[in-house]
């Protein structure tokens, strides 16, 4: 869980991500925010994620 804090982190270091729960809802993180965030999960845990589950449901 660090790991995607730190990742987290890079992408807006002025967010306390560890206290904030409403990030979409928010409008803290877009949808750019979100590739980014998908495309580092990829590359650091080898996992894939596909495009249809890429939904705001699913980032709750």
Not at 17 to 32: A, G, P, Q, V
Not at 49 to 54: D, F, G, Q, R
Request: net charge negative; glycine share 0%; charged share 30%.
């Amino acid at each position: 869980m660090e790991a995607l804090f730190e990742i987290l982190e890079e992408l807006h270091p002025e967010v306390d991500f560890k206290t904030n729960t409403r990030l979409i809802d928010d409008k803290i993180l877009d949808s750019f925010d979100i590739i980014t965030l998908i495309a580092e999960i990829n590359d650091a845990y080898d996992v894939a994620i596909p495009a249809h589950e890429i939904i705001p449901e699913n980032s709750r």
